[in-house]
């Protein structure tokens, strides 16, 4: 029977800590480059740092990652079904953020959270509030969408499919679109993953999550076509 192959390994979950005054930011790219962006979001932008990574390196683009769990790259936020914030926590964030992107005078950032995790109530205010005053400092947005949704154990449930056929698993499935906060907003560019991801074969599908809704590596990889162009075009600038 075919092999199952074995879970990839995640390369790039680095926790920054925003309730210090130095969040702290990894290094991503080509490291000795001038221009830069910034990788700014919750566990999902951990999970395509890889690409990131290497498509910086390919085409001598610096980076920086600034992740935390269930944090999403928003100056203001609240997550779903909450009723409180911590506005202080989030506002060191959010500073964290502009700080670096003040340092190192980047100039485009890649916006990417599990959106549908947190208040749709007032995902729109926050997301426009964020993307101006990211456009006020000159710098051009990219959103990613969030990735389908799949098995918990997506490893075990495509794995197990490719030894019993009758067996079907629970094909991967789109999020709630969000992308309707983001149309229209000047400087924004908005990637969605949802159609390359979905197009996977069970096979595939198995290797490129680790769970119901985190890419793994190879995962990340997967999403080259999507980015590249970005990349190509920051180059040749």
């Known amino acids: 029977s ?34 830069c962006f910034l990788l700014w979001g919750d566990s999902h932008a951990m999970s395509i740092a890889p690409v990131l990574d290497e498509l910086g390196k390919q085409h001598r683009i610096a980076g920086l990652q600034l992740t935390h769990s269930a944090f999403p ?28 992107i003040q340092a190192r005078s980047i100039s485009k950032v890649f916006l990417v959270g599990c959106w549908d995790f947190y208040e749709p109530s007032i995902l729109p205010q926050a997301v426009s509030d964020t993307v101006g005053i990211l456009r006020n400092l000159g ?8 990735v389908p949704i799949g098995p918990d154990d997506p490893l ?5 499919f490719q030894r019993f056929p009758a067996l079907n698993p629970e094909p991967l499935r789109r999020c709630p679109m ?7 907003l000047p400087s924004v560019q908005i990637v969605d993953p949802a159609p390359l991801l979905l ?8 290797s490129a999550y680790i769970d119901d809704d985190h890419l793994s590596d190879d995962g990340a990889r997967r999403l080259r076509p999507l980015l590249a162009p970005y990349f190509r075009k920051w180059a040749g600038n």
Do not use: H, M, Y
């Not at 100056?75 to 009723?83: E, I, N, Q, T, Y």
């Open 2 to 35: 075919p092999r199952v192959p074995e879970r990839p390994a995640r390369s790039f979950v680095v926790e920054s800590e925003p309730s210090q005054d130095n969040a702290g930011v990894t290094p991503l790219g080509f490291r000795r480059a001038e221009k």
């Open 73 to 100: 790259p928003l100056v203001k936020w609240r997550k779903r079904g909450d009723l409180v914030s911590n506005f202080e926590l989030q506002k060191r964030w959010s500073e964290s953020a502009l700080q670096t």
């Open 139 to 146: 710098i051009e947005t990219i959103f990613l969408q969030d």
């Open 156 to 160: 075990r449930a495509f794995g197990l």
């Open 178 to 184: 969000v992308s309707g906060a983001f149309l229209g």
């Open 199 to 206: 197009s996977l074969t069970p096979q595939e599908a198995a």
